[in-house]
C-alpha cells in the first residue's frame, strides 16, 4: 500500500469576501424577517428564493461542491455574517432547536436548499430543521451532539436508509479557549491506504449500526449492511465507529484497518464564529474534538442542518409533502 501525504485543514477551508459577506446579511436579515417560524413550508420556499439572490461566487462554491465534493468531502466557508454580540446566552439543555426565524438560521435554510433540499428526522430534536449542538451539562462523555469529549468519527445517522446527503454546521460561539475542531475524514483519501482483502470485506453484508434510543427499530432487530457501497473505485461510505459493529472477526478487523486509515487523512478545523462547514455526508466522516465548556451562557454553540439531494427519494418516510421523516 502506498500512503497518501496528510492533508492540511486548510485546504478546505475557504474564506467569503467582506462584499459578499455584506451582501449575504443584506439577504439574511430580508429572509429572516418575513416569518417567525422556522419549520413553515412557505419560509422555506422564501429562503428557496432568496439562495438565488445570494452572491455569485458563493452560489457557484455551493454548486460546485454539491456536483462533487472533491477528493475531502467537506468545505468550510468561513466569515459568513454572524455577530456574536446579537446572540442569546448558549442553550444547555438537552434536544434544544430553533424554531424563530433568525439570521443564523437564514444563512443554513438558504444553502440548505443550494445543497438540494432541508430535511429532519421526527425523533432527532422534535423535527426541528435548525438543530442546536451545544454542551449539556451531565452529559460531557455523551457519544452524541450534547457531548464535549472527543466525538468519535461517524457519518450522520448511519444506521438509515435516508441519512442526509449533506450535514451544515454553522459556528455561532466557538469554545472558551478556541480548541474545539471539527474532524473530518474522506474515504476518497482513505481508499488508497487500505489492503485489497479489507476493501472487498467492508463491500459485504458483515455490519451492522445501532440507532441511538430516540429512533429504535421497528422490530427490535438492526438490519446487515456493507460498509462501502457503489463503485469500487469511488464508493460511498457507512459507519459510525460508536455504534457499527462488524459481525465475524474479519470484519472487525476491518474496522479497525479502516479507522486506522481515515485517521491518517483526517483534517481538523478549529470553528470561529462564522465558519459554515459542509460535510458530504456520503463519502466523508465527521467528528469533534474536546473541549470544556464552562456553562456561563457562552459556550460553544453550533446550530446545524440537513440537506438531502433528492427529497423525493424519502417521501414513504414522510406522512405529507413536508421535511421531516416520520420513521
Request: aromatic residues 6%; proline residues 6%; hydrophobic residues 40%.
Amino acid at each position: 500500500m502506498s500512503k497518501t501525504a496528510q492533508a492540511t485543514p486548510t485546504e478546505i477551508v475557504h474564506r467569503i469576501s467582506a462584499a459578499d459577506a455584506a451582501e449575504t446579511a443584506r439577504v439574511g436579515r430580508h429572509l429572516a424577517s418575513v416569518a417567525d417560524r422556522i419549520d413553515d413550508a412557505a419560509w422555506v420556499a422564501a429562503a428557496r428564493s432568496a439562495w438565488e439572490e445570494l452572491p455569485s461566487a458563493y452560489r457557484r462554491r455551493i454548486s460546485s461542491f454539491r456536483r462533487s465534493a472533491g477528493p475531502a468531502g467537506a468545505l468550510v466557508l468561513r466569515g459568513l455574517p454572524v455577530d456574536e454580540h446579537d446572540l442569546l446566552d448558549t442553550p444547555t439543555v438537552a434536544g434544544s432547536f430553533q424554531r424563530t426565524t433568525t439570521m443564523p438560521a437564514a444563512l443554513l435554510m438558504m444553502t440548505a436548499c443550494g445543497l438540494g433540499d432541508p430535511a429532519a428526522f421526527l425523533a432527532e430534536k422534535s423535527g426541528a430543521l435548525v438543530q442546536d449542538v451545544v454542551p449539556v451539562p451531565g452529559q460531557e462523555q455523551f457519544q452524541g451532539n450534547a457531548g464535549s469529549t472527543d466525538l468519535m468519527m461517524h457519518n450522520e445517522n448511519a444506521f438509515h436508509e435516508h441519512r442526509p446527503d449533506f450535514v451544515m454546521l454553522l459556528c455561532l460561539r466557538p469554545d472558551h479557549e478556541g480548541v474545539a475542531g471539527l474532524s473530518s475524514a474522506s474515504i476518497r483519501e482513505a481508499l488508497p491506504l487500505l489492503s485489497n482483502r479489507v476493501r472487498e470485506c467492508l463491500l459485504q453484508p458483515e455490519f451492522s449500526t445501532q440507532p441511538p434510543p430516540s429512533f429504535g427499530s421497528a422490530d427490535g432487530t438492526v438490519s446487515r449492511h456493507a460498509v462501502l457501497t457503489g463503485a469500487p473505485d469511488d464508493p460511498d461510505i457507512q459507519v459510525d465507529f460508536a455504534a457499527t459493529t462488524g459481525l465475524t472477526p474479519t470484519a472487525r478487523e476491518a474496522l479497525t484497518e479502516l479507522s486506522d486509515a481515515l485517521a491518517s487523512v483526517a483534517r481538523t478545523v478549529r470553528m470561529r464564529a462564522g465558519d459554515l462547514a459542509i460535510v458530504d455526508n456520503r463519502v466523508c466522516l465527521h467528528g469533534r474534538t474536546a473541549f470544556r465548556p464552562r456553562y456561563d451562557g457562552r459556550d460553544r454553540w453550533v446550530q446545524r442542518t440537513f440537506a438531502l439531494a433528492d427529497l423525493r427519494r424519502s417521501r414513504s418516510y414522510r406522512t405529507d409533502d413536508g421535511y421531516v421523516l416520520v420513521r
